[in-house]
């Protein structure tokens, strides 16, 4: 394979501002672009593996990239590298350390550094852990070509991704739409006011239902370490198993109601048995 590194942010960029914008974000795409490109021109035939990435080099930023605000970044990231052809990614880090120098700030479970379960009690979840989660249960193989008609500001704050819903989610447990044709849409909303989502291209239009995950922080924290799914806090057990199960479940709306994401969220749409031809296959 060809393997890379992409880190959104420079180690002066720790801030809230900084992580919630997009200009900033796509930073990432620059590296996808770059090492397409490279390989390409000496062995296309080799997958492009994104082996390590997280918000910022060096161990991220404590508050930051451990925190509900990272997951503007990490959905952001992990659908240009399905649109830019990026075959496999790599979040760095599940739990521990990083390197010998300091510890990580951006796992996705547990505190800083090393954790003793008899000291410190079993690792928990950071926001990030529970948005991979619903990644892979809800987003399939095949990526789809997305196009938005938005004004210049809307486009600064908003971004769309489409993938083919996942027919069987990879923990297990069967959907209820397990034949295909279902399409699962990621989004962020940066912007401080909810945002109506017109759907246009024929099978997206027409789903007879859908089911809405949005995520939303605490009292509208952004550095909070915990995350909302439609306003319930999402937790696991003592034994650290999510308390919803295998699968986590979203809210069903029936088709016609408008789609209205809220501001300052991030999440998924599953727009159910459209028949989407690319996704029947």
């Given amino acids: 394979s060809f393997s890379i590194h992409a880190y959104a942010f420079g180690r002066d960029q720790d801030t809230v501002t900084d992580y919630m914008n997009k200009t900033q974000i796509e930073k990432m795409a620059?590296?996808?672009?770059?090492?397409?490109a490279a390989r390409d021109s000496e062995a296309p035939q080799l997958p492009v593996y994104l082996e390590e990435m997280a918000t910022q080099a060096g161990g991220g930023a404590e508050g930051l990239s451990n925190r509900f605000v990272s997951g503007f970044w990490f959905l952001h990231a992990l659908g240009l590298a399905g649109r830019m052809g990026i075959a496999r990614v790599t979040r760095q880090d599940l739990a521990g350390w990083s390197f010998s120098s300091g510890v990580s700030h951006y796992t996705l479970v547990g505190p800083a550094g090393w954790?003793?379960?008899?000291t410190d009690g079993l690792p928990t979840p950071h926001p990030d852990w529970y948005l991979a989660l619903l990644w892979r249960q809800l987003m399939g193989d095949r990526v789809l070509r997305v196009d938005m008609n938005v004004s210049e500001t809307l486009n600064e704050t908003i971004a769309v991704h489409a993938?083919?819903?996942a027919a069987v989610p990879r923990l297990g447990v069967r959907n209820r739409d397990a034949?295909?044709?279902?399409?699962?849409?990621g989004y962020l909303n940066l912007g401080k006011d909810s945002t109506r989502l017109h759907l246009g291209g024929g099978a997206a239009s027409a789903a007879p239902e859908r089911e809405e995950f949005f995520l939303t922080a605490p009292g509208g924290d952004m550095q909070a370490d915990a995350v909302l799914l439609n306003g319930v806090p999402l937790r696991v057990g003592r034994d650290g198993v999510l308390l919803e199960g295998p699968r986590v479940r979203g809210?069903?709306?029936?088709?016609?109601?408008?789609?209205?994401?809220?501001?300052?969220?991030?999440?998924?749409?599953v727009l159910k048995s459209v028949d989407a031809p690319a996704c029947l296959a």
């Fill in 115 to 118: 954790v003793s379960t008899a």
């Fill in 163 to 165: 993938w083919c819903s």
């Fill in 30 to 36: 620059h590296y996808y672009s770059s090492a397409v």
């Fill in 179 to 185: 034949r295909g044709g279902s399409v699962t849409l």
């Fill in 251 to 269: 809210r069903l709306v029936m088709s016609g109601a408008p789609l209205v994401l809220p501001p300052q969220s991030y999440g998924f749409v």
